[in-house]
């Protein structure tokens, strides 16, 4: 089993940056792809960003594309969204996901086996 928690949710002005963390727990990370999915209110949770186990290949969604930026740090059994540049649209509460999506089903919720509870980010126009 992996526990995955993440923080570094918040309000933050449109324009502006956070930086979300990813921690897991129970075992290490380095084996599994990470991805980050948000949902907004009264919409489907939707795909963000993935790495592979390596850090070596990372993939985004066309939206957040050039503003976000996914890490991970397999020594810290950690992994990190930067997101830049934040618009009110980018409001949604942000979650991470472990498992082994292939370089086709990154995208796709079924192929992550662990989820953490979610942090609220909220962007203010």
């Known amino acids: 089993q992996v526990q995955l928690v993440e923080s570094g949710g918040g309000l933050v002005q449109a324009g502006g940056s956070l930086r979300l963390s990813c921690a897991a727990s129970?075992?290490?990370?380095?084996?599994?792809?990470m991805g980050w999915f948000r949902q907004a209110p009264g919409k489907e949770r939707q795909f963000v960003a993935a790495?592979?186990?390596?850090?070596?290949?990372?993939y985004y969604a066309d939206s957040v594309k050039g503003r976000f930026t996914i890490s991970r740090d397999n020594a810290k059994n950690t992994v990190y969204l930067q997101l830049n540049s934040l618009k009110p649209e980018d409001t949604a509460v942000y979650f991470c996901?472990?498992?082994?999506?292939?370089?086709?089903?990154?995208?796709?919720?079924?192929?992550?086996?662990?989820w953490g509870q979610g942090t609220q980010v909220t962007v203010s126009s």
């Open positions: 996901a472990a498992g082994f999506p292939s370089y086709s089903t990154y995208p796709l919720e079924h192929w992550y086996d662990y």
């Open positions: 129970g075992r290490t990370l380095s084996p599994y792809t």
């Open positions: 790495i592979s186990w390596t850090g070596g290949n990372t």
